[in-house]
Every structure is written in C-alpha cells, then in structure tokens.
C-alpha cells in the first residue's frame, strides 16, 4: 500500500474565522515538492480563486523551516528535502454559500478545495485526515458530520478518517458545530440530514418525503446504491436558496421557513421548491458525479474544464427532479404542470434563447452563466432551464416515435452502465449517441435544432403526445407567470402594456436592472442602473410602479423621467402591447395513456 498524505485541521482561532490545516507528505519530490490549492469546486463552474484566502503559509522538516517558492497564483515550491515534510497554512474561512469554507464561534463548515493542499504528483495516494475538535468548552458540545469515511472518532465524530485519493478528499464537505441531526434509511443506504441554524422543523415528515425521494431515485437507477452512506447539510437561514452536490453528500441552503413546520399540514410552495432542490442534488449523485463528461475524467482543478454537456448534466437533471417528486408522490400533477409552465414562460421570456444554444451556455459557462450581468438576458440562455425543457420534448418524442415503448429514462439507465459503473467519461456527442442506442431511433434534427442550435423547442408537438395542450397568450398582471388552466378558461382582462425592462426596488427606489433587446426601453435609451423617478408625470417608487404601469395604453407616446449618475434625464418612450409570453397548460379531459404513463413512470 502506498505512503498516505496525512493533514490535520483545527478551528483554530473561531473568532478571527480561521482554520489551520497541516499536509504532511512523508516521501516529498526530491527535486523540491509542489503544493497547489485548487482553483474551483467541481460542480460550480467558476474560477474562484481560494487560494487567496490562505492568510499563512510555512514548511518544515522537522524542527527546520524549509523555504517555500510561490510559482503562480496557488501553487508553491518548498526546497528538496529528504525526509517528511510539512507545510501548515491558515485558512481564512467566512463564506456561507455551498461552495467556500466557514467558521466562527457557532459552527465550522468546509469543502476540501478551499482548505486542502494538494501534492503535485501524488494526487493519487490514499490520504489520511485527522479532523481534531477545537479548544475549549466547544469541543465538548460540537459535533462533526461527514460522509467521509472513518478509522478512529469519537462519539462527536472528530477523529481520523481516510480518502481513497485527493478527488475523493475534496469530495466529502464538513459540518462540525450543534446541527440536528436525524438519520434513516433508503433501500438499506444510513442517511443523515444536519440542519445548522434556528428552525422549527417537522423532522418527521421531512424524514419521511425525503426518504421517498432517496427510494425512488435509488430504484430508478437500481439497486444498490453507488454510496454506503449519505449526507444532506442543510443551512437553515433567513432567505437563502442554492446546493452543491457531492458523491454521497450535498450542501443546501434555504430559507428557515421553506422546511415544514411543526403542524403545517398543507404542502407550500416554499417547501415543495426545497423538495425539488433535495431531489436536484441527490439525482445528481448519478448523473455528474459518477456519470460525467469526458473533460472531467479526472477534474483539472487549475483552469476551466469545458464540454457543451452541461444541458444534459444539470438540465436533465434539472427535468428528472420535479418528474421524480410525482412519482414520488411528493407533488401533485397539477403543481408538475404549473412548474413546467412557468418554466416555459421563463424561457419564452428570455431573448437570449434567441443568440445561444443551450450547448454553447455549457460550453461558456465559466465565463457567462455564472459571471452574469445587465446584458445576460438578451445574450445568455440557461443551460439549467432550457436543457430541462430540452429534456422534456426529447423524453415525449421518444415515447411518442417508439409508440411509448421507451422513454428518456431507458437512455439514463444505459448512461449509467456505460459511464456511471465504469467511470468512463461522456465524450461530446456521447448524449446523442446514447439516445440513438438505447431507442433504435435517430434524433440528429432534433439535437441540431433544439441543443446545438437556436430554434424554438417543439413543447407543442411533445405535450401534445400526452394530452397536454399549450396556450401562449399575454401576461395578465406583473406577476402572471403562467400555469394550469382549464379548457373553458378565458382571458379576462390583459395587462396594458410592455415596456420592456425589469426592475428591482431598493429601498423606496425603482432601479432599472435589466432592459430587453429591441425593447421600448432600449429604444428610449434606458439602462440598467437608471432610478426611476416618474411617469408620464406621475413619481413612482416601490409602492406605485406596478399599478402606474398597468394604466398605461399601447402606442401611446409616454415620457419617463430617471436619475443616472445622479443626473436627471428626460426619455421618450412608446409602449407595446404585452407579448405571448405566458404560458398555460390544459390537462387531459379524459384518462390519457401517455400522460399516465409519462408521470407514473411506465413505458
């Protein structure tokens, strides 16, 4: 067995929100051994540069001090040495999000690319991690949680664990703190959920929807499980949403009251997203960790790592996790349909779709999706959004051209035999091929058209296969984002006019954060940033702005007034009448074999 690389990390000093953390390599390059500190988390495709957080670093081999060489932006040098070596950096560790690391007086929360060195060159020995518990009264009250797997804790869990090689170290986050905890399993499989932060939580039924959750995804794929354990971190805070998965864990944000309260008995709305996000992240457990692309067959943790397969990998997912909630039996097919709407309003709202395919957003990922700013609506499509929309017309297509013999989920089980079993990397056009194979049928116009191209997707056509009409009309309101309607329903009333910009308010002020291509604002010369002051001579603020709107008229000549850079201007605008860009859905008036079928899962 070859020589592990060993570290310790210590919360060192809570209230400066520092983490000292030790690598000790015992066989070190004889020519000087390298460290570096990855540059981004796989699973948020964003450089982000952690090593900036290291506030010290220093090397010794023994009692001597051994210099240390720093090459470029993370990587350093420390001087040949023979015997082991250890180098000791302190972390500064005060991002709450998913992605980064966390400390102070209440918990510590850490994902190993932000605070583990790693050996150049021998990324691929086993490693052995001593999690030490910190000084004081917290080491009696905190515990640690983690999916990694243990060698020698104690009853707080802070202790020795290993890592069959560094990708699988960075892989498993760190909770250690006073969460809650309540465990259970799923087709034989110890889950954990950890919530950090004040909450009111019905444990009981959280346990119970999402161990349906887990069970159904565990049996879509087959048994067993591709994990011995599981871990959901959940941080409970005021507004918050967002997760990153991991192999046999994720870290997940939300709000305190999106999780079910003691004696809620209704399903909201808030909790039925957080379900969603749950069911995002654990399907993701197959499809990105273990089915991945070829481009991150290993992960280069130095620089981006690009493929145009991310509106598979994140898109169907994205698909699969509310489809999954119904047959899971966690979501009404009534709510399915409302969200598919509302996506397909999204979408339709979006003129990015218009100038980028949802290949194209995978690909600039690194540099346009997760780096957006006042123009992404007009030239950014959502690899997330789209490619689960993607998902849907190529699933109903399948069913209806294989006369619903099979569907989009005989291609993910073939995903996972071919790729998730062996750890072969998905090559570019190893979606395409797999959907060809595993349905006998081809679908080249469809992927030139729907992934690598621009065209509107065909959700007409596929909804139609199971019964499901759609109607494009206007938005009725400001907050009209589409839904469920029946057969008989009528549009009453339509909203006015369409200007054209979207807005946040900021105190009492209306600020201007988006304007539309070919728009009546970007015709008035609008643009983000603008603070709304009146129009058509009325003041507007945060209060007023919906309903002014609402009154104005199509075509009819108006005059905003605005503050830029703190001058006042004077623009002319003509208003439009609102676009087709809300969209229903008219459910079966009768029993549907497709639409059964589809939702329940059979072929």
Known sequence: MSESIRYTLRAARPEAHLFAVECEVSSPDPEGQQFALPAWIPGSYMIREFAKHIVSIRATAGRAAVALEKLDKHTWRAAPV?????????????????????????????????????????????????????AGPRGRSWRLVTAMTPTKVDKQGFGTYRAVDYDELIDHPVEMGTPTLVTFRACGVPHTIAITGRHDTDLRRLVNDVRKICETQIRFFGEPAPMDRYVFFVNAVPDGYGGLEHRASTALICGRNDLPRAGMR?????????????????????????????????????????????????GLTSYYDDLLLVRA?????????????????????????????????SFDAWSKYYRQDENTPNAVVSYYLKGSLVGLCLDLAIRA??????????????????????????????????????????????????????????????????GVKMKVRAALTAADRGGVATATDQTVRQRAVWLGMRTATEGSEIKVTH???????????????????????????GKSFDGIVEQLRADQRIVVHAFRRNELGRYAMTPRSAPADTCNLITPSARNSGFEKWLGGGA
């Not at 062996?422 to 959907?435: S, Y």
């Open 515 to 541: 304007v539309l291509e070919a728009s009546p604002a970007q015709a008035a010369g609008l643009a983000a940033g603008d603070i709304l002051v009146a129009i058509d001579g009325f003041k507007v603020d």
């Open 401 to 466: 051209r294989s006369k619903q013999r099979k569907s989009l989920d005989d291609v993910m089980l073939l995903l996972w035999e071919r790729y998730g079993k062996t750890g072969l990397g998905v090559p570019e056009d190893g979606i395409e091929q797999a959907v060809e194979e595993a349905t006998g049928l081809q679908f080249g116009p469809f992927f030139a058209g729907a992934v690598h191209g621009t065209e509107e997707l065909p959700l007409t056509r596929a909804l139609n296969f199971v």
């Open 82 to 134: 023979s015997g082991p070596l250890r180098v000791t950096i302190e972390v500064f560790a005060h991002d709450a999000s998913v992605r980064g690391a966390f400390l102070d007086g209440t918990r510590g929360f850490l994902n190993g690319t932000c605070v583990f060195l790693r050996v150049l060159g021998q990324e691929d020995r086993p490693c052995e991690v001593v999690l030490a518990a910190p």
């Open 266 to 314: 209704e399903t909201t709305e808030a909790y039925r997203t957080l379900l969603g996000l749950v069911s995002h992240e654990y399907f993701h457990t197959w499809n990105v960790k273990r089915i991945k692309p070829l481009a991150f067959a290993p992960y280069d943790l130095d620089r981006e790592n690009y493929t145009s397969l991310l509106w598979a990998f994140e």
């Open 329 to 361: 039996g966690l979501m009404s097919r009534k709510d399915y349909l409302t969200t598919v709407a509302r996506n397909i309003t999204s979408l339709l709202r979006n003129p990015g779709r218009l100038r980028q395919s949802v290949a194209e957003s």
